[in-house]
């Protein structure tokens, strides 16, 4: 009989997983600097980035694999992206809340993922459910549904930004 492994994420600095983080959701493409009306009541909002994103970690609790994948997700959008595409002030923002929401539902077991409207409560309802919905579902376009990571992604996720983001990858051996 074979052994079976079952893959572990590790991350050793919850500060590391947010600053990079937040430098992977600010870099994904080029935001416009004026602001819409309705962009504008939504940004004035909205408090510094990372401490956006230290919000939704702190009370979404999800585990550090759920966060990996999202940064691969988010590595994805990047990649797809037109070159001339741009965001608005609070595109980063969405964008993130994007890729953790299908990170958490695609990885989850039955009733244990985050939804659109604990989005919504998480962020103090700056974005309503409509609005979650409607990112979660662009994002999904935009990433072509490419939802599945296996190990192999991971471990190359990893090896290019393992040490940045302080995690790695325990992979323990089951007897048969």
């Known amino acids: 009989m074979n052994a079976r492994t079952i893959p572990t994420v590790w991350s050793r600095s919850p500060e590391a997983l947010l600053s990079f983080t937040t430098s992977t959701a600010t870099s994904l493409l080029p935001c416009n600097k004026k602001r819409s009306i309705q962009t504008k009541m939504t940004a ?11 919000t939704v970690f702190e009370r ?5 694999c759920v966060c990996l ?16 595409a741009r965001g608005d002030v609070d595109t980063p923002y969405r964008l993130f809340l994007a ?12 009733g244990t993922c985050l939804t659109s409207q604990a989005i919504t409560e998480m962020t103090d ?32 996720y990893l090896a290019m930004h393992g040490k940045l983001l302080e ?10």
């Open 44 to 54: 004035d909002r909205l408090p510094p980035l990372n401490e956006f994103i230290a």
């Open 60 to 64: 979404s609790q999800l585990p550090p």
């Open 69 to 84: 994948v999202s940064l691969i997700y988010l590595q994805r959008l990047k990649m797809s992206l037109p070159r001339h």
């Open 99 to 110: 890729a953790i929401l299908t990170a958490s539902k695609f990885m989850s077991e039955t």
């Open 125 to 156: 309802h700056v974005y309503t459910f409509k609005d979650v919905n409607l990112m979660e579902r662009s994002f999904l376009g935009l990433i072509k549904y490419n939802l599945f990571v296996d190990v192999q992604g991971i471990k190359d």
């Open 167 to 176: 995690m790695g990858l325990i992979e323990e051996v089951l007897d048969p």
